[in-house]
């Protein structure tokens, strides 16, 4: 199982990121998909995640009204739009997969089954 993200990048204050994860190796259809970031220093922390048919969603309320999370199932594609972004939004960018497809929020239901390596987010003001 493979999970690549692509999208990061280092922008200012109030700018927007698209990034993106394909999976490869299993059924994506049949995963619960979150993005997880990690500032230096801080633990990780949840940011949103999307259940197999994108009906349901989820997000850190820190993000909500700025961050969306969709799918493509056809692409095997999980994406996390960011707008309006803040220095607090700094961090490694990880998405992760749930081969339950339980929409995890780490507060304590138990780790993602499957990460990726991650995307460098930069927002300086």
């Known amino acids: 199982v493979v999970l690549v993200e692509s999208g990061g990048g280092a922008v200012h204050t109030g700018a927007s990121l698209s990034l993106s994860c394909i999976v490869s190796?299993?059924?994506?259809?049949?995963?619960?998909m979150g993005w997880v970031r990690q500032a230096p220093g801080k633990d990780r922390e949840f940011v949103a995640v999307?259940?197999?048919?994108?009906?349901?969603?989820h997000y850190l309320d820190s993000v909500k009204g700025r961050f969306t999370v969709t799918r493509d199932n056809d692409k095997n594609t999980v994406f996390l739009q960011m707008n309006s972004l803040q220095p607090e939004d700094t961090g490694i960018y990880y998405c992760?997969?749930?081969?339950?497809?339980?929409?995890?929020?780490?507060?304590?239901?138990?780790?993602?089954?499957?990460w990726g390596r991650g995307t460098q987010v930069t927002v300086s003001s």
């Open positions: 992760a997969g749930d081969e339950n497809g339980i929409l995890k929020m780490l507060k304590g239901e138990g780790d993602y089954d499957y």
């Open positions: 190796g299993l059924d994506f259809r049949s995963l619960a």
């Open positions: 999307i259940g197999w048919s994108g009906a349901r969603r």
